[in-house]
């Protein structure tokens, strides 16, 4: 084979072999191994979750438009359009929207998506550490997701994703399907982060040591610790609580003896580090972008590390914060309030080293980079108002009111989703071999930035002036932030899709593209684009993965490649075939 | 969706609507109000805003510094062709130590006085008149200390209130945005929270902990009027035939008295004249505050904390079941009685309503000439649905 066609097949756009093409057939997709394949049935998983939680929120916020609105009471489902019957569903629709948001879409959506697919091809690794665990953690995400939508056939659910005790154990809705699916959807996680973990041990590319780890890495092993250590909790907090529903053993309901509030403290435990599964990853994707788009090694990147492993460790000792007006004792109260500062602290030195990076950097606006930035506008607003609710005094006045549902929107949405939007679009490319619409990539972007703050800011104001949440109508002070927030809602799922319809008409119709289109240095863009099967073909040079000067433009490819591959003579070492 | 939209011009004749039904001559959202908050209705309320505002303006230049130096670096450094990135330090330990450390002081400061101002509200005066809270689905019911029971919580102007509230079923969360305080109302304790309304009128009370079908009709008002004279004249249903102690004296002849004395002498069980409030050891060495939990908790487990002497088993049977949550109210508002005489019947019995002339309030006051049935109007009329 000519030298040249040796280059392309190994850093360019691998038309021929790849591992979409290598093998054919659905069941070749569903009992695939390769992790690739698995995060993309994920990606696929993770949208379509995020698109029906999406169209709840949408048809919460259109009754919403209204104070007195009997919107959802929709005749031909649920019986008469009383108010009364209005209230009932939707006080079960935002149960499932932030069911379906939190377990199957944003826990699973940067780690299991984008992480399955980057993570191993970043270390220079063939595929995780488990394969076939990671295939099973799929499909644990199916059944519990599966579990969740039963319970919405099944009479629905109506306690809030938080599943507070005692009112989950008396209600007559579909309480003990949906625990079983948040259950299930936590050994799923806990399943990715395993592999995760292990991953990263024992999977370096030789030579790689923990500090020669792109950051994505370290936000992603920390947010493994926390996956492994604090879900089993969750998992025995949600089947005594089954327990508690069926056999009445007594330990959360008054009636036995039990405590309710001791569910809170069980649920918040997982749930607030959950809060960290959420976010870190998210960061992570963040510090690849700003690097890449800017073409600028990393400022503080043993800070940026070490950061994501604090707030995994104190992300474990917050959970009380949720608390304060619990009924917990005024000494504990306090020493929770004091521990949720520390936890600023190394988000603002994340932000602060973003910043820094882009300092003499060559910044590229195009799709990725408008939403690492889009991501730190967002998240600086999510991070600085947790401020008023780390202060006790000041909580006690916003907690349960849409200040608090502002603040966590900031962060998981305009934090997390923004993210795994901006994700997608810097490795679309990678995965694919196709680029999408550029143009239409930041008008997408741009409608989510807009729509986000439209229908999420007013929603701080509301809660300032005493609109609480969980509220199916309101008195009419409030009203008019109810309508700007519907309006942005909209807008905000305009963008959402016209987002998914670029990339999905990149797949078929996008420009073919070669191995490294950004000029980026991590071990995945070494590859070709899309991956072959074994994900490298040659053996990757470990390098630094911030050191943009080792990448060179190749014109004969028309991508970017290592210095010591810029000789069109020269045909880099193959990796022997085996299989 | 689309005349909705078309309706949203007309949105000011809701609100107007609304307000005529409303019996504050204020209007419904008060000129009092800040652009953020209710109007301050209560001690706290001051420091709440004052801190609110303070960590408001700390982050607004935080949050336009990050903006500002963000939009700059993008457009002095965006791609140009021809020029590539510029060689710069990236790492730089006394500048990573430096923005860790500086905020840090302030947040120092955010904690310690927001930790102040909370403070004051858990830690009532002794002189506290007290008022029980009960919530149940979907509806509050408000005790006071002679007895009485309403769907409307009516304070006395400048006077310290401890509520002390429980939950006949779900969790539910008492909330006063004017007062800038809230707690869970939460079923097998008491919680409370301690409150000096400092400005008379009518203000919200939501549940803000969610509860069920109804949660959000689950609302009410709070009165708090300008003396204990216009509180009974507003009040005509504040009329109770037994104080809530004597409903208690009746309870503990029937149920407790085989027992426990009221003359200090201890029997088969403890005296109960002086306990309230004092610190009693247990059979582990351990020591409790005689409070509302306690007795509650005693009332229902005998075996939970039992009192040193009378262990190691109590031969106290259960009243889990057969003393309801307002029992157990009496019976605490008995024992507060028995250790200092009057103290819960301050409010029904001292204040002569015939000292109420209308002429003497300021209008604002007397605007709602007949409170109750102008009061029941909006709190039915908001929670419609139920």
Same mark, same amino acid.
């Given at each position: 084979?000519?030298?040249?066609?040796?280059?392309?097949?190994?850093?360019? #756009?691998?038309?021929?072999?790849?591992?979409? +093409? #290598?093998?054919?057939?659905?069941?070749?997709?569903?009992?695939?191994?390769?992790?690739?394949?698995?995060?993309?049935?994920?990606?696929?998983?993770?949208?379509?979750?995020?698109?029906?939680?999406?169209?709840? %929120?949408?048809?919460?916020?259109?009754?919403?438009?209204?104070?007195?609105?009997?919107?959802?009471?929709?005749?031909?489902?649920?019986?008469?359009?009383?108010?009364?019957?209005?209230?009932?569903?939707?006080?079960?629709?935002?149960?499932?929207?932030?069911?379906?948001?939190?377990?199957? &879409?944003?826990?699973?959506?940067?780690?299991?998506?984008?992480?399955?697919?980057?993570?191993?091809?970043?270390?220079?690794?063939?595929?995780? %550490?488990?394969?076939?665990?990671?295939?099973?953690?799929?499909?644990?995400?199916?059944?519990?997701?599966?579990?969740?939508?039963?319970?919405?056939?099944? @009479?629905?659910?109506?306690?809030?994703?938080?599943?507070?005790?005692?009112?989950?154990?008396?209600?007559?809705?579909?309480?003990?399907?949906?625990?079983? @699916?948040?259950?299930?959807?936590?050994?799923?996680?806990?399943?990715? @982060?395993? +592999?995760?973990?292990?991953?990263?041990?024992?999977?370096?590319?030789?030579?790689?040591?923990?500090?020669?780890?792109?950051?994505?890495?370290?936000?992603?092993?920390?947010?493994?610790?926390?996956?492994?250590?604090?879900?089993?909790?969750?998992?025995?907090?949600?089947?005594?609580?089954?327990?508690?529903?069926?056999? *009445?053993?007594?330990?959360?309901?008054?009636?036995?003896?039990?405590?309710?509030?001791?569910?809170?403290?069980?649920?918040?435990?997982?749930?607030?580090?959950?809060?960290?599964?959420?976010?870190?990853?998210?960061?992570?994707?963040?510090?690849?972008?700003?690097?890449?788009?800017?073409?600028?090694?990393?400022?503080?990147?043993?800070?940026?590390? &070490?950061?994501?492993?604090?707030? %995994?460790?104190?992300?474990?000792?917050?959970?009380?914060?949720?608390?304060?007006?619990?009924?917990?004792?005024?000494?504990?109260?306090?020493?929770?309030?004091?521990?949720?500062?520390?936890?600023?602290?190394?988000?603002?030195?994340?932000?602060?080293?973003?910043?820094?990076?882009?300092?003499?950097?060559?910044?590229?606006?195009?799709?990725?980079?408008?939403?690492?930035?889009?991501?730190?506008?967002?998240?600086?607003?999510?991070?600085?108002? @947790?401020?008023?609710?780390?202060?006790?005094?000041?909580?006690?006045?916003?907690?349960?009111?849409?200040?608090?549902?502002?603040?966590?929107?900031?962060?998981?949405?305009? *934090?997390?989703?923004?993210?795994?939007?901006?994700?997608?679009?810097?490795?679309?490319?990678?995965?694919?071999?196709?680029?999408?619409?550029?143009?239409?990539?930041?008008?997408?972007?741009?409608?989510?930035?807009?729509?986000?703050?439209?229908?999420?800011?007013?929603?701080?104001?509301?809660?300032?002036?005493?609109?609480?949440?969980?509220?199916?109508?309101?008195?009419?002070?409030?009203?008019?932030? #109810?309508?700007?927030?519907?309006?942005?809602?909209?807008?905000?799922?305009?963008?959402?899709?016209?987002?998914?319809?670029?990339?999905?008409?990149?797949?078929?119709?996008?420009?073919?593209?070669?191995?490294?289109?950004?000029?980026? %240095?991590?071990?995945?863009?070494?590859?070709?684009?899309?991956?072959?099967?074994?994900?490298?073909?040659?053996?990757?040079?470990? #390098?630094?993965?911030?050191?943009?000067?080792?990448?060179?433009?190749?014109?004969?490819?028309?991508?970017?490649?290592?210095?010591?591959?810029?000789?069109?003579?020269?045909?880099?070492?193959?990796?022997?075939?085996?299989? | 969706?689309?005349?909705?939209?078309?309706?949203?011009?007309?949105?000011?004749?809701?609100?107007?609507?609304?307000?005529?039904?409303?019996?504050?001559?204020?209007?419904?959202?008060?000129?009092?109000?800040?652009?953020?908050?209710?109007?301050?209705?209560?001690?706290?309320?001051?420091?709440?805003?004052?801190?609110?505002?303070?960590?408001?303006?700390?982050?607004?230049?935080?949050?336009?510094?990050?903006?500002?130096?963000?939009?700059?670096?993008?457009?002095?450094?965006?791609?140009?062709?021809?020029?590539?990135?510029?060689?710069?330090?990236?790492?730089?330990?006394?500048?990573?130590?430096?923005?860790?450390?500086?905020?840090?002081?302030?947040?120092?400061?955010?904690?310690?006085?927001?930790?102040?101002?909370?403070?004051?509200?858990?830690?009532?005066?002794?002189?506290?008149?007290?008022?029980?809270?009960?919530?149940?689905?979907?509806?509050?019911?408000?005790?006071?200390?002679?007895?009485?029971?309403?769907?409307?919580?009516?304070?006395?102007?400048?006077?310290?209130?401890?509520?002390?509230?429980?939950?006949?079923?779900?969790?539910?969360?008492?909330?006063?945005?004017?007062?800038?305080?809230?707690?869970?109302?939460?079923? =097998?304790?008491?919680?409370?929270?301690? !409150?000096?309304?400092?400005?008379?009128?009518?203000?919200?009370?939501?549940?803000?902990?969610?509860?069920?079908?109804?949660?959000? $009709?689950?609302?009410?008002?709070?009165?708090?009027?300008?003396?204990?004279?216009?509180?009974?004249?507003?009040?005509?249903?504040?009329?109770?035939?037994?104080?809530?102690?004597?409903?208690?004296?009746?309870?503990?002849?029937?149920?407790?008295?085989?027992?426990?004395?009221?003359?200090? !002498?201890?029997?088969?069980?403890?005296?109960?004249?002086?306990?309230?409030?004092?610190?009693?050891?247990?059979?582990?060495?351990?020591?409790?505050?005689?409070?509302?939990?306690?007795?509650?908790?005693?009332?229902?487990?005998?075996?939970?904390?039992?009192?040193?002497?009378? =262990?190691?088993?109590?031969?106290?049977?259960?009243?889990?079941?057969?003393?309801?949550?307002?029992?157990?109210?009496?019976?605490?508002?008995?024992?507060?009685?028995?250790?200092?005489?009057?103290? $819960?019947?301050?409010? $029904?019995?001292?204040?002569?309503?015939?000292?109420?002339?209308?002429?003497?309030?300021?209008?604002?006051?007397?605007?709602?000439?007949?409170?109750?049935?102008?009061?029941?109007?909006?709190?039915?009329?908001?929670?419609?649905?139920?």
């Amino acid at each position: 084979m000519a030298t040249a066609e040796v280059r392309h097949e190994l850093f360019g #756009h691998a038309e021929q072999k790849n591992y979409l +093409n #290598h093998s054919k057939g659905a069941l070749s997709w569903l009992l695939t191994l390769d992790h690739k394949r698995i995060g993309i049935m994920y990606l696929i998983g993770v949208s379509a979750a995020l698109i029906v939680a999406g169209i709840f %929120a949408l048809l919460l916020r259109t009754h919403l438009f209204y104070g007195d609105s009997s919107f959802l009471a929709l005749k031909w489902l649920f019986g008469e359009a009383s108010q009364f019957n209005s209230n009932k569903v939707y006080n079960q629709m935002f149960t499932l929207h932030g069911a379906i948001m939190v377990f199957s &879409f944003i826990i699973p959506s940067v780690p299991a998506a984008l992480g399955n697919m980057v993570l191993p091809m970043m270390l220079g690794a063939k595929d995780v %550490a488990f394969p076939r665990m990671n295939l099973a953690s799929f499909y644990l995400w199916v059944f519990g997701t599966g579990f969740l939508i039963v319970a919405l056939m099944r @009479g629905g659910l109506d306690t809030g994703w938080t599943f507070y005790t005692p009112y989950s154990i008396e209600t007559d809705t579909g309480v003990v399907y949906a625990t079983l @699916g948040a259950f299930i959807l936590g050994f799923s996680s806990i399943f990715t @982060g395993i +592999n995760f973990l292990v991953t990263v041990n024992t999977m370096r590319a030789p030579g790689m040591g923990w500090f020669k780890m792109p950051l994505f890495l370290w936000a992603l092993y920390s947010t493994a610790i926390i996956q492994v250590l604090a879900t089993p909790v969750l998992g025995i907090t949600l089947l005594l609580l089954i327990a508690e529903r069926m056999l *009445g053993i007594g330990i959360f309901d008054p009636r036995y003896g039990g405590d309710p509030v001791l569910f809170q403290h069980f649920f918040w435990f997982y749930s607030h580090p959950a809060v960290y599964i959420m976010i870190l990853p998210a960061m992570g994707v963040i510090s690849e972008l700003i690097s890449v788009h800017a073409q600028k090694r990393l400022f503080g990147y043993s800070f940026i590390a &070490f950061s994501s492993v604090a707030i %995994a460790l104190l992300g474990f000792l917050v959970w009380g914060h949720h608390m304060f007006t619990s009924g917990q004792s005024v000494v504990v109260t306090l020493i929770f309030s004091a521990i949720t500062f520390s936890v600023a602290i190394p988000s603002a030195v994340k932000v602060f080293n973003w910043l820094a990076t882009l300092y003499k950097g060559s910044i590229a606006l195009n799709t990725p980079m408008c939403y690492a930035l889009s991501f730190i506008f967002l998240f600086g607003i999510g991070g600085l108002t @947790g401020l008023f609710l780390a202060t006790l005094s000041t909580d006690i006045h916003l907690h349960d009111t849409y200040f608090v549902v502002a603040h966590f929107h900031f962060v998981m949405v305009g *934090g997390t989703l923004t993210a795994f939007l901006g994700g997608m679009f810097h490795w679309w490319p990678k995965f694919f071999g196709r680029m999408y619409n550029d143009f239409l990539g930041r008008v997408g972007c741009f409608l989510v930035f807009a729509g986000f703050n439209l229908t999420f800011f007013p929603q701080f104001v509301m809660g300032a002036r005493g609109m609480p949440r969980r509220y199916a109508s309101y008195d009419p002070e409030f009203q008019i932030f #109810h309508q700007w927030s519907t309006i942005g809602a909209f807008v905000l799922g305009i963008g959402i899709v016209l987002s998914f319809v670029v990339l999905l008409h990149a797949v078929w119709y996008g420009r073919k593209v070669a191995g490294n289109p950004w000029g980026a %240095a991590s071990l995945e863009w070494q590859s070709s684009s899309p991956p072959s099967f074994h994900n490298f073909d040659h053996k990757p040079i470990l #390098h630094d993965p911030y050191d943009f000067d080792s990448m060179v433009y190749d014109k004969g490819l028309d991508t970017y490649v290592l210095r010591e591959f810029m000789d069109p003579n020269q045909v880099p070492e193959r990796v022997p075939v085996t299989h | 969706m689309f005349p909705q939209i078309m309706n949203f011009l007309g949105q000011a004749d809701y609100v107007n609507k609304y307000v005529d039904q409303f019996p504050a001559a204020d209007g419904y959202r008060s000129p009092e109000a800040s652009y953020w908050f209710p109007e301050q209705a209560s001690s706290m309320a001051k420091n709440v805003d004052f801190l609110y505002m303070a960590i408001f303006w700390v982050s607004t230049v935080f949050f336009l510094v990050i903006v500002g130096v963000m939009c700059y670096f993008v457009i002095k450094y965006r791609r140009r062709p021809g020029i590539g990135p510029q060689p710069s330090s990236s790492h730089n330990t006394t500048i990573e130590i430096l923005w860790s450390v500086l905020p840090s002081i302030i947040l120092v400061w955010f904690f310690y006085q927001g930790a102040w101002d909370y403070l004051d509200s858990k830690f009532p005066p002794d002189d506290a008149e007290e008022i029980v809270v009960t919530g149940k689905k979907w509806d509050w019911t408000f005790t006071y200390p002679d007895g009485d029971q309403a769907s409307e919580l009516h304070l006395v102007l400048d006077r310290p209130t401890k509520l002390i509230m429980r939950s006949e079923d779900v969790l539910h969360s008492f909330f006063v945005p004017a007062f800038r305080q809230k707690m869970d109302v939460v079923p =097998g304790r008491y919680t409370y929270y301690y !409150v000096k309304p400092i400005k008379d009128g009518i203000f919200r009370v939501f549940c803000t902990e969610y509860c069920g079908d109804n949660h959000s $009709g689950m609302k009410t008002w709070c009165h708090v009027h300008k003396n204990d004279a216009v509180r009974k004249a507003k009040t005509e249903w504040i009329n109770a035939d037994h104080k809530a102690w004597e409903n208690g004296e009746r309870l503990f002849k029937l149920n407790c008295a085989g027992c426990h004395n009221i003359n200090g !002498v201890a029997a088969t069980g403890p005296a109960l004249n002086t306990i309230w409030g004092t610190d009693e050891s247990l059979i582990d060495g351990s020591k409790v505050k005689v409070d509302e939990n306690y007795v509650s908790e005693s009332i229902k487990y005998p075996n939970a904390k039992v009192v040193a002497g009378y =262990g190691p088993v109590s031969k106290m049977q259960t009243f889990e079941g057969k003393l309801s949550n307002q029992d157990i109210d009496f019976l605490i508002a008995y024992m507060k009685h028995l250790k200092q005489p009057g103290s $819960g019947d301050a409010v $029904g019995g001292a204040a002569p309503a015939a000292a109420a002339p209308a002429a003497a309030e300021p209008k604002q006051e007397s605007a709602p000439v007949t409170q109750e049935p102008a009061a029941e109007q909006p709190a039915a009329g908001a929670g419609s649905g139920g």
